[in-house]
């Protein structure tokens, strides 16, 4: 179930996106661990299009937490990217850098969660700090 | 382009030279190797590097270029000869071919791989603090 605070989408997005990064990051460190596995294929988690639309879908936040639900976070094998004469496609140095940027995503999404928390501190306590 | 597509390039540009790197280890390995499957002694290799154009990226874009491996190819400057009679891939003169390698130059190719290599993750380091300089503005 999704939450909500005040009827506050924010927190609902941002904590279904920082389920996905995290999901994310253990797919990579998989992928990372299995670098010379012969035959095997990466995984990644796609989430960012459904996300979008969905939040595309419900401008005024109507049914936006009943959809999110609905966004299915899931690792998907990626047979597209050309594998090794082993039959292995992990890059390393490709892994690293989804890594990185999954690691910078999070770091956002946390910070503007906090921010936002802090406006409610803010309020709660009628402007004193 | 968006603002993670410089990872994709630094990323690239380590995957080519961890390339070059295995493909100089080869050289140096088979410096004295006279016996190969396609006959004849080990030939030097050489890799090509191109351009390699981001998918989000257009191409009038002059940034997001990163770098790929297109091929791996045989120095063809002939064999060093090395008179050995006694030696059993000599020829009928006495003379035994040696690959085409150098160590120097392999030497020196093995310092550049490993400080593009550098350079690369030097790159894709800067970029982090970067963008984690951008969020610490909303701290």
Do not use: C
Request: hydrophobic letters at 40%; a negative charge.
């Amino acid at each position: 179930m999704a939450l909500d605070v005040f009827g506050d989408t924010t927190f609902a997005v941002l904590g279904k996106a920082m389920d996905a990064y995290s999901l994310r990051h253990r797919v990579s460190a998989n992928n990372l661990a299995n670098a010379a596995t012969p035959g095997f294929k990466r995984s990644h988690v796609p989430f960012e299009v459904e996300l979008s639309d969905i939040l595309r879908g419900s401008e005024g936040g109507e049914g936006l937490l009943e959809s999110l639900d609905g966004v299915k976070l899931e690792a998907q094998v990626d047979h597209l990217t050309e594998s090794r004469e082993d039959g292995n496609n992990v890059d390393m140095e490709q892994e690293m850098s989804e890594m990185i940027k999954n690691n910078i995503r999070y770091a956002g999404a946390s910070t503007v969660m906090k921010s936002k928390l802090q406006m409610y501190r803010y309020v709660i306590s009628e402007g004193r700090r | 382009m968006g603002i993670f597509s410089s990872f994709d390039i630094s990323a690239s540009g380590l995957t080519a030279n961890r390339l070059w790197m295995d493909v100089v280890a080869s050289n140096i390995a088979n410096a004295q190797t006279t016996r190969t499957p396609e006959g004849g002694p080990y030939r030097r290799r050489e890799v090509v590097f191109s351009t390699r154009l981001e998918e989000a990226s257009s191409p009038d874009l002059k940034g997001g270029q990163g770098v790929r491996v297109v091929g791996i190819v045989e120095d063809e400057s002939p064999p060093r000869l090395v008179y050995e009679p006694e030696h059993p891939d000599a020829r009928e003169d006495g003379y035994v071919e040696m690959p085409n390698v150098n160590a120097v130059t392999e030497m020196v190719d093995m310092l550049v791989a490993s400080r593009a290599y550098e350079a690369n993750a030097a790159a894709m380091e800067a970029a982090k603090g970067m963008l984690m300089r951008a969020l610490d503005i909303m701290k």
